[in-house]
């Protein structure tokens, strides 16, 4: 039984300025030159609190964690962040140019809090693998401000549309908070009339949720919760709520770029994987991004590019080929480009091993094909993959069956907004909800 609540979050006063200059991207997309950005455009900008700079006279008392908290309270006491007077769901809707089709599309989904669950429990689903240092940074910020910040992504499935359509009816008037953010518009409403609340906590209550993004952050919110019983409200997180039936949900390919291979050679990499795989030789990235468009959807087919050679290739198993290392999976799983990547490809062609994966040792992860084929061209990486999308359904398959994906295997876009909401919990003067 899905446990969905109302709550009061803090959200920016107009104390604060326009909300475009004042919301960020999540943590982990933010790199340096973004951050810098966000520290020009107000002394108020979320980034200060979820990625602020680090100092070289940084130690276990002043740190970007302390002063995080530090800055929370005192943007609290100064009225920069209110706390809403009354429980409510927040709608959260996101309008955007299809990155690949260049078709208008709106996203629409809910913020509220979620009882944190272990995955044996079968009521919140994981879908991917995760890496060890995200967990511990966010795990520090939690300990020193005692509040989650950014949306976790959640995935429901409500064929009924019920909730959607209440969704839809708050949107019409206009939004509590607006920003736009990388083109695309961001917008929240509050629902909290207690009708209107108790038909979403209705529906919701015999859902199963997956992890659509955010898996660190969910398991860091799991361990925090179980270290600390007895902090009021830290057994709960926020995210937003997607409905996998939703028009709006756009999932892009991640390729993979290995770097630091020794002793690199694309002509025994390509023999190596010769051995397990159909190689077609093409001509052109354009050439590269047909074949996988075409390729059928119930069987593997990966793209390759190598340092060195201008080429281009598609890869398929041969009949049989992999059988030895796919013992145990599901059918969704077998017909998954990512899942055959790090099973087939990574260790045997590359010597790159789980843990590697795991520690981001040679591993970087990019959207766009051109932009991955680009960097192996000019030398920034050895060897790219190329992947096609996840389908939603497949994903919901294996998460709801107990398996598990590797890391970076989905890319949900656009990616959900920082600072429109913030859950604070053990503070005595934050009223958590009790619901």
């Not at 609190?49 to 800055?71: F, M």
């Not at 409200?233 to 995210?239: F, K, P, T």
């Amino acid at each position: 039984m899905a446990r969905i609540v109302p709550f009061q979050p803090y959200r920016y006063s107009k104390k604060a300025g326009e909300t475009s200059a004042l919301v960020t991207q999540p943590y982990d997309k933010i790199p340096d030159d973004l951050r810098e950005k966000y520290l020009q455009a107000s002394p108020y900008n979320f980034v200060r609190l979820i990625k602020g700079e680090e100092l070289p006279t940084d130690d276990e008392r002043d740190n970007v964690y302390s002063r995080a908290g530090a800055l929370l309270d005192e943007w609290i006491a100064e009225g920069i962040l209110e706390q809403d007077p009354n429980p409510g769901f927040y709608v959260y809707s996101q309008e955007f140019d299809h990155p690949e089709t260049g078709e208008t599309v709106i996203r629409q989904g809910f913020i509220g809090l979620a009882e944190v669950e272990e995955y044996e429990k079968g009521i919140i689903h994981g879908h991917e693998l995760t890496h060890r240092g995200p967990k511990l940074d966010r795990w520090r910020l939690t300990d020193a401000t005692q509040a989650y910040f950014g949306q976790l992504f959640f995935l429901y499935d409500d064929p009924t549309n019920r909730i959607d359509q209440l969704l839809s009816a708050t949107a019409t008037t206009g939004p509590l908070m607006q920003a736009e953010e990388e083109g695309v518009v961001h917008k929240i409403w509050k629902i909290d009339h207690p009708a209107q609340v108790d038909e979403i906590q209705q529906v919701m209550a015999d859902k199963k949720l997956m992890i659509a993004d955010g898996h660190h952050r969910y398991e860091t919110a799991l361990a925090y919760g179980r270290e600390h019983p007895d902090t009021p409200g830290a057994s709960r997180v926020m995210l937003t709520l997607v409905n996998m039936s939703s028009e709006g949900l756009v999932v892009l390919a991640t390729h993979r770029l290995i770097s630091g291979v020794r002793n690199f050679s694309p002509r025994q990499v390509l023999d190596r994987i010769a051995q397990r795989f159909t190689v077609v030789k093409l001509l052109s990235s354009d050439d590269l991004q047909q074949a996988l468009d075409d390729a059928p959807s119930d069987r593997a087919t990966i793209g390759l590019v190598l340092a060195s050679d201008e080429a281009g290739y598609v890869l398929t198993p041969k009949t049989g080929s992999l059988d030895d290392i796919l013992g145990g999976l599901t059918e969704a799983e077998k017909r998954l480009d990512v899942v055959i990547l790090h099973r087939a490809l990574l260790g045997e062609a590359l010597g790159i091993s789980e843990d590697d994966v795991r520690e981001l040792k040679g591993i970087r992860y990019v959207r766009g094909l051109s932009n991955a084929v680009d960097e192996v061209r000019v030398g920034s990486a050895q060897v790219g993959f190329l992947l096609r999308p996840v389908d939603v359904k497949d994903v919901a398959e294996i998460s709801f069956s107990g398996g598990t994906m590797p890391q970076k295997s989905t890319d949900f876009y656009p990616k959900l907004l920082s600072g429109f909401t913030t859950y604070r919990f053990g503070s005595p003067k934050a009223k958590v909800p009790k619901g």
